[in-house]
């Protein structure tokens, strides 16, 4: 802990974590004055994150991450990891995903990092897992925790979790939340004739309404769900379309590839983009954006919809019933029931009036919680605390 200049390491399990999740963060650490390193999966971002635009830079290491909570290459992830830390010398190593999470504390602690800390997405388990995984994963994250100095969590649900679980004392747990740039997402930037030609650009015709999706291509996001529920919505609704964006994971157990659309006689109404990098500008297309996930840590994309004042509709689950007030700000939906979710599409279909008071609240809940600034904050505060302590 010697020198003004703080080196501070995060780790994540791939690249697009850092681009879309945790750049803004890294951005902001860079400008109070650290000296800011990151490891990451290896990927075709990596060297847009290292110098996007040219204007800032972070020092990228490439170790990669298996995504199963289970497998032998954690262990070459360790030892990389160790040797990593032992040879720069970090004053704080910032871990974020379960399986960073946890092989990251582990090697930081035993390489020698004075301070450690974790960013909790969501735990690996929930209340449906099965007992014995349950358990084992419980174990990993006590493990884990015992390697922390702090723990930040982007949800309440999550902190009350920790403690009912005995994973961590309470005093170990600080709540982050989990926010976006509420300029970058604002709806007020787009003109009536820049949504007209973004649609026209996509194929989609001006009166069409849009059903609007951001999320990985996995079905835990609930994109089967979703899926059945348009077959009921198209029914009834003749010009209506899906808009799905989100990058392909062919390499998850639960990827798939857009052809099954046709399974459910969509075919021909679904739009899928893959991912981009113009996101905010799609929003304002939306007249309903929709998230059927089965789990989630505290979900950007709810966050960027609520910021641009579109009709959410979301399942009720961990998360998403923290960002979401249902019947104020948007609509929550059991999870894995495509009645319901077609259902509350319908309603917000019909009810234009009722759909725009949601999305004016959905607004005004965004800016009063949800502005980035005010992680910001959290970080620099919990930061300060602990470097202070160990000087």
């Known amino acids: 802990m010697q020198g003004n200049k703080k080196k501070i390491c995060y780790v994540a399990n791939n690249n697009i974590a850092i681009r879309f999740l945790l750049q803004t963060q890294l951005e902001f650490l860079k400008s109070q004055g650290y000296e ?16 996007p635009k040219g204007y800032f830079g972070f020092k990228i290491e490439n170790i990669n991450f298996s995504r199963r909570l289970v ?33 990251g504390r582990v090697a930081a ?59 961590c004392p309470r005093e170990k747990l600080k709540y982050l939340g989990n926010g976006i740039n509420l300029e970058k997402f604002n709806p007020d930037k787009y003109s009536a004739e820049f949504i007209v030609q973004k649609k026209k650009s996509l194929g ?4 069409a309404k849009v059903i609007g999706i951001v999320a990985r291509r996995v079905k835990e996001k609930g994109y089967m769900d979703l899926f059945e529920a348009c077959s ?23 990827g798939f590839k857009p052809e099954v659309v046709r399974n459910f006689g969509i075919e021909n109404k679904v739009i899928f983009l893959g991912e981009r990098r113009d996101v905010e500008e799609l929003y304002p297309l939306m007249d309903i954006f929709v998230l059927p996930s089965w789990r989630e840590g505290f979900p950007r994309s709810v966050l960027e919809a609520m910021a641009e004042k579109r009709p959410i509709v979301a399942t009720d689950i961990r998360g ?18 495509p009645a319901e979710l077609a259902k509350a599409i319908i309603f ?31 970080i620099k505060e919990g930061y300060d605390m602990l ?5």
């Open 232 to 254: 009921i919505v198209f029914s009834q609704y003749e010009n209506v379309i899906l808009l799905a964006v989100g990058h392909d994971e062919p390499n998850k157990s639960d």
């Open 320 to 337: 998403c019933r923290e960002e979401v007030e249902s019947g104020k700000d948007g609509i929550l939906v059991p999870p894995a029931n």
């Open 109 to 167: 602690k035993l390489a020698g990092v004075p301070i450690i800390i974790n960013t909790i997405h969501g735990f690996y388990f929930s209340a449906k897992t099965p007992y014995i995984r349950r358990k084992f994963y419980i174990f990993l994250e006590k493990l884990a925790s015992k390697c922390s100095d702090l723990i930040f969590s982007q949800s309440q649900e999550d902190i009350e979790t920790a403690v009912k679980e005995n994973i």
């Open 204 to 207: 989609i015709k001006e009166d």
């Open 348 to 378: 917000i279909l019909q009810n234009p009036d009722e759909a725009s008071l949601m999305a004016q609240s959905a607004r005004i809940r965004a800016e009063k919680e949800f502005d980035e600034r005010l992680i910001f904050d959290r």
């Open 387 to 391: 470097i202070n302590k160990k000087a």
């Open 71 to 103: 497998s032998l290459s954690h262990f070459t992830a360790f030892l990389k990891l160790f040797f990593y830390f032992k040879r720069e010398k970090f004053d704080v190593v910032h871990t974020h995903n379960p399986v960073p999470g946890i092989v």
């Open 36 to 51: 800011v390193f990151v490891v990451c999966s290896n990927g075709e971002d990596a060297k847009a994150v290292e110098v």
